[in-house]
């Protein structure tokens, strides 16, 4: 049961580059999509999120874009820099605002960036 | 910044034995949670607790745990007697109704021997 994927374990990147994150959902009905970021031993840290009315949420260098008719999303990180390099988890809920919806979250990506 | 701070950070203990991994939520948030994710797999939501009761559990919720909210500030749960499957990195989330966003706790590694 696999509703939120992130088909790369991997990717690596050059510093200064864009970085780029995929992630497919399989439930229309999911509402909410957030990015965390998590290192080694700490628990997930909120990054970005986008309510499914919109397309596009920008904050500083993180860009999440969502295409609702391909069930698709994705994370840009421009200029990426050495201490983004962590793993990279997509959720989604099914309630606007995860306030009351569990977050259901993909397998993750490890990203490492290169100086 | 306010943040969501778990204790202990790693416990040990014995199959069958009852564990209680506690969760100071962020002050003025009003929706609680807890997930886990076993080594190498997905982070798995379990539960959340709302207004003094359990909103939604998942199916790993079973009746061996139990989650409270002893006083204003602690969130709690409570495996009653653990197996081995239980090992795994236990985190606490919280959320407000106007963030919109749940925040995450470092955590805590519960390994059962």
């Known amino acids: 049961d696999q509703q939120v994927k992130q088909n790369s374990p991997s990717l690596s990147v050059q510093e200064g580059r864009i970085s780029i994150l995929n992630c497919d959902y399989t439930?229309?009905?999911?509402?909410?999509f957030l990015w965390y970021k998590k290192y080694p031993a700490e628990g997930p840290t909120f990054l970005i999120s986008?309510?499914?009315?919109?397309d596009k949420n920008e904050d500083g260098r993180f860009t999440v874009f969502l295409n609702k008719s391909a069930k698709h999303l994705s994370l840009h990180i421009v200029p990426s820099q050495p201490g983004d390099s962590a793993v990279y988890f997509c959720?989604?809920?099914?309630?606007?605002?995860?306030?009351?919806?569990?977050?259901?979250f993909g397998k993750g990506t490890k990203l490492s960036v290169k100086p | 910044e306010p943040e969501v701070t778990q204790t202990p950070s790693h416990q040990v203990t014995q199959m069958g034995q009852e564990v209680i991994l506690r969760c100071v939520p962020i002050?003025?948030?009003?929706?609680f949670y807890w997930y886990r994710q076993i080594l190498g797999q997905k982070v798995e939501f379990l539960v959340s607790?709302?207004?003094?009761?359990?909103?939604?559990k998942s199916e790993i919720f079973d009746d061996q745990f139990s989650v409270e909210r002893p006083d204003g500030s602690n969130f709690t749960l409570k495996i009653r007697s653990t197996k081995l499957e239980d090992s795994a990195m236990y985190f606490c989330?919280?959320?407000?109704?106007?963030?919109?966003?749940?925040?995450f706790g470092p955590g805590t590694r519960l390994t059962v021997l």
């Open positions: 989330a919280s959320s407000s109704e106007t963030t919109d966003t749940q925040y």
């Open positions: 607790f709302y207004n003094n009761e359990i909103s939604e």
């Open positions: 439930n229309s009905m999911f509402d909410y």
């Open positions: 959720a989604a809920s099914l309630n606007y605002g995860g306030s009351q919806g569990n977050l259901i």
């Open positions: 986008i309510s499914s009315i919109k």
């Open positions: 002050s003025n948030h009003l929706y």
